[in-house]
């Protein structure tokens, strides 16, 4: 039975981690269109989940978890918007580094990986269910 245990703390790590992964990749559509309130202030900057593997002592198995969220350091894109508060002197405002077909496709990959973590969840739960028929 220990063995099923961590099989399922090694799934549930990795559905935390790509719950995590999907709560970034919302704050950044979220803000895919938010500017800066006055000139000389930078917009929204897109966010990165930074994974790493770790240690679990008490299940003797390598998990996963977001570790940290690093800002993407590409640059802004210009949008030409003379009469918003925050344009230069050429007219043209910051927009956010978010591309939302990047952001989708992030989105999508993050809900496969989770529900492939899910699944092989449920594939320990009914192994440990037939385990429990078999010794009744």
Same mark, same amino acid.
């Given at each position: 039975?220990?063995? &099923?245990?961590?099989?399922?703390?090694?799934?549930?790590? $990795?559905? !935390?981690?790509?719950?995590?992964?999907?709560?970034?990749?919302?704050?950044?559509?979220?803000?895919?269109?938010?500017?800066?309130?006055?000139? $000389?202030?930078? +917009?929204?900057?897109?966010?990165?989940?930074?994974?790493?593997?770790?240690?679990?002592?008490?299940?003797?198995?390598?998990?996963? !978890?977001?570790?940290?969220?690093?800002?993407?350091?590409?640059?802004?894109? &210009?949008?030409?918007? +003379?009469?918003?508060?925050?344009?230069?002197?050429? $007219?043209?405002?910051?927009?956010?580094?978010?591309? +939302?077909?990047?952001?989708?496709?992030? &989105?999508?990959?993050?809900?496969?990986?989770?529900?492939?973590?899910?699944?092989?969840?449920?594939?320990? !739960?009914?192994?440990?269910?037939?385990?429990?028929?078999? &010794?009744?």
């Amino acid at each position: 039975m220990d063995d &099923l245990n961590t099989a399922m703390a090694i799934s549930a790590s $990795g559905m !935390r981690a790509q719950s995590g992964r999907i709560r970034i990749v919302a704050e950044n559509l979220a803000n895919a269109n938010s500017t800066a309130d006055a000139q $000389g202030v930078d +917009p929204y900057r897109r966010q990165v989940p930074i994974f790493s593997s770790y240690l679990d002592r008490n299940a003797d198995a390598t998990m996963v !978890r977001m570790a940290r969220v690093e800002l993407d350091p590409t640059a802004f894109t &210009l949008k030409y918007d +003379p009469a918003h508060p925050a344009a230069n002197a050429e $007219g043209y405002i910051e927009m956010p580094n978010v591309n +939302p077909l990047i952001e989708m496709m992030d &989105l999508r990959e993050a809900q496969r990986s989770y529900e492939a973590n899910l699944g092989a969840l449920d594939q320990v !739960r009914s192994m440990a269910a037939s385990t429990l028929r078999i &010794l009744e």
